[in-house]
């Protein structure tokens, strides 16, 4: 399993600008086969911060979203706003265990 997470930082007001695309965007990828988890979520305290949360069953999987319309259309969106920085970590998981 491949586990993705991390945060993009927008610049102020930037992130009603990418909104609607970024529903369509986690809407679509969690049909996607291979994909067990994927989210988006604004910050409590920040709402220009963006939380990235994936989950993968492997990396063919990662890389048929990575090509992807969906993924191609957000691209674009994130295109048209500034932003101010981002940390994103791509994890290999090979013992999963459920919490609860």
Known sequence: MLLIEGWIKLATGEFEKV????????KATNEEAGCLHYAFAQDISDPDLIRISERWD???????HGASAHMAAFNKAMGGVQ???????????EAVRKLM
Do not use: K
Request: hydrophobic share 50%.
């Open 19 to 26: 909104r609607e695309q970024g529903v369509a965007m986690v």
């Open 83 to 93: 932003r101010e920085g981002a940390d994103l970590w791509l994890y290999s998981a």
């Open 58 to 64: 492997n990396q063919e999987a990662l890389a048929a």
